[in-house]
């Protein structure tokens, strides 16, 4: 396969829902994901890491806090913007949604 015939990269435009990010990861107890997104190249250049790390899990999740153990691999380059494939877990962000979308029990009446 040459280079004309690879299929072009797609990087993720706007974030996954909840409901996707649940369906995503439920084959994997850690809840892992990868997904590839676009940074602008000068942005890369002069940010550091947890500027990367909280851009990219924002631009996955929605959320600059969701990714955890994030990895990175560089898998091209188009009109200033590097793509980059990301992998992380989402495990405790969605157990952090869970508990905030339980309801609160009603106290019992005194009686």
Same mark, same amino acid.
């Given at each position: 396969?040459?280079?004309?015939? =690879? $299929?072009? #990269?797609? $990087? ?6 909840? &409901?996707? /990010?649940?369906?995503? =990861? ?6 892992? /994901? ?10 890369? +250049?002069?940010?550091? +890491?947890e500027? /990367?790390?909280?851009?990219?899990? !924002?631009? #996955?999740?929605?959320?600059? @806090?969701?990714?955890?153990? *994030? %990895? ?5 380059v188009?009109?200033? !913007? *590097?793509? *980059?494939? @990301?992998? %992380? ?7 952090? &949604?869970?508990? &905030? ?5 009603e106290?019992? $009446? !005194?009686?």
């Amino acid at each position: 396969m040459n280079d004309s015939d =690879t $299929p072009p #990269i797609r $990087p993720l435009r706007k974030p996954f829902t909840l &409901q996707e /990010l649940k369906d995503l =990861t439920a084959k994997d107890e850690d809840r892992y /994901l990868t997904a590839v997104v676009a940074v602008d190249f000068d942005d890369l +250049i002069y940010n550091d +890491i947890e500027w /990367l790390n909280e851009g990219v899990s !924002e631009l #996955i999740t929605g959320s600059g @806090v969701a990714l955890e153990d *994030i %990895g990175f691999k560089p898998v091209g380059v188009a009109d200033g !913007e *590097i793509y *980059i494939e @990301v992998t %992380g877990s989402v495990l405790y962000w969605l157990e952090e &949604q869970e508990e &905030q979308d339980k309801p609160v029990a009603e106290p019992a $009446p !005194e009686d």
